[in-house]
């Protein structure tokens, strides 16, 4: 078989363009680990603070690959290990419900990360309820834009993995119970 310089040309060069591809390896993402979660609520009483809250925090232990940069083809990466610290949620119990807000957590870099207050088992109830976490890696690198956006949901109950007691003045706490800590939720891509 007989070949010529521009079929041997075009052969070499569909070859390389094919190595140079980046090779998609969708590795399966390892469990988000929900490190705190800490409920407050007032006692009610006339006169008393009005605002409940629920903070938890959150680590992602996943490296993202956001893909090949636009620019030069190499792999735009944000470490694993990026955290939701301080992720709260308040509202005002005379009246309001926290269900279905979007309440942010402290800044990080290459992305954010939020937090929304979902119903539990029967409801909503301090004692019972669910946090989805959401995880946006965002990166600009050499003037493009990349992005990712992952998310995970936790269910928290009193007498499962929440433990804690109220006063006598109506005020109660809780948080995660002992031997519970981190509690394991599966992130998805979105």
């Keep these: 078989m007989r070949f010529t310089t521009l079929s041997l040309a075009t052969i070499l060069a569909l070859t390389s363009s094919a190595s140079a591809a980046p090779q998609a390896s969708q590795k399966q993402l390892q469990d ?53 610290i301080n992720c709260e949620a308040k509202w005002f119990t005379k009246g309001e419900s926290p269900l279905g807000r979007t309440w942010p ?22 004692t019972d309820f669910k946090l989805r ?3 946006v890696a965002d990166v600009l690198y050499q003037g493009a834009e990349y992005t990712g956006s992952f998310k995970a949901v936790g269910s928290f109950k009193v007498g499962d993995n929440l433990s804690g007691t109220c006063g006598g003045s ?21």
């Design 133 to 135: 976490f959401t995880h």
């Design 170 to 190: 109506g005020v109660c706490v809780w948080g995660l119970a002992a031997g519970k800590n981190p509690v394991l939720i599966k992130p998805t891509k979105q």
């Design 105 to 126: 957590c402290d800044a990080v870099s290459n992305g954010y990360w939020t937090l929304t207050v979902l119903a539990g088992s029967q409801g909503f109830s301090p």
């Design 32 to 84: 988000w680990q929900v490190t705190a979660v800490g409920v407050f609520t007032p006692s009610g009483r006339p006169g008393s603070y009005p605002w409940a809250t629920i903070r938890a925090n959150v680590t992602d232990p996943n490296e993202i690959n956001l893909g090949p940069a636009k620019s030069d083809g190499s792999n735009v990466i944000v470490p694993g290990g990026s955290q939701g």
